[in-house]
C-alpha cells in the first residue's frame, strides 16, 4: 500500500491555499495597479517593498514563478487605512517530477503608514517582511534573495508623462545564517506607459549579502520589470533580475514571472 509522506503533506497545502485564492477571487470588485489610470498602489517592486498600502477592506493575491520549479504564492489584506497584513509560502520543484521542497516555514509581513504623501513629503511606512525570494538555501539558512525583514521605506508620485515612482528605503534582514548581519539600503523607480503598461527598476545595494559565507559578490542586485494590467484587476508582469551578476551562475540575469490580483471586496 502506498504511504502517504512529506511531499503529500506539501501538496496538501499548496492544494489548500489555492482554493483559499479561488474561493475569495470570485468575491472581489478589482482594479489593477499597473499603468496610467491605476488608482491602487503598489505594495512591492520587485524584491522590495514600497510605502504603498492595500486600502481597508482591500485584498492582494500574488504567485511568482522562478528557477527549479519554484512557486511562491501570497495573500495580503488592507486591515485598516494605513495598516496591511499578509502571508506567503512557497517552494521549489512544484511544477515538475521532482520531489516537491517546501520552504522551512511560511512567511509573513506587515506594514504601517506612519506619514502620508503631501506636497512636498514622501510617504513613509515602517514595516516587516520575512520572506525571501527564489530558493532556500538550506546550509546557510537563508533566502537565495533574502528577506527585506525589518525596514522602513519612502515613496514619493509624480504626474510625468502618466505616472512615475521614486522609492528608497534601509531594511535590517532576518536571513544571517551565513554571517552577514549588515544593515541594507535599496532605491526604485517605477513608470508607467501607456493605460496597462508599468515599468519597474530597483537597486539593492546588496551591503547585508558581500562578505562571510554570503553568496552575493560584492556588487548589488539590478533587478527590472515590467507590468501589464490585463483588467479586473489581474496584473502579469516579467521580472529580469540580479543583472549585475552578483551571484555565480547567472548569465543574463534571472528570469522570473509575477501574476497579481488586486481586488475589494
Known sequence: MYEKGPSDMNMRIVAGFLGVVCSTWCQLEAQGYAGDESAVEPTNLIDKPTAGM????????????????GVLAGISVGVFERFMFGISYGGTDIIGPSVIHMNPWPGVQAKLRIL???SLMPAIAIGFDSQGKEPYIKDLARYTIKSPGAYVVASR???FFGNLSLHGGLN?????????????????????IGEEISVLGEYDFGFNDDHGNAVGRGRGYLNLAFRWNWGKGLVVGFDLKNVTKNQQNVSVGNRTLQIDYVGTL
Open 172 to 192: 535590517f534582514t532576518m536571513d544571517r545564517g551565513d554571517g552577514d548581519r549588515d544593515m541594507n539600503t535599496f532605491v526604485g523607480i517605477e513608470k508607467s
Open 116 to 118: 502620508n504623501e503631501g
Open 157 to 159: 508620485n509624480y504626474a
Open 54 to 69: 492595500d486600502k481597508r477592506g482591500s485584498f492582494a493575491v500574488s504567485a511568482n514563478f522562478y528557477q527549479r520549479g
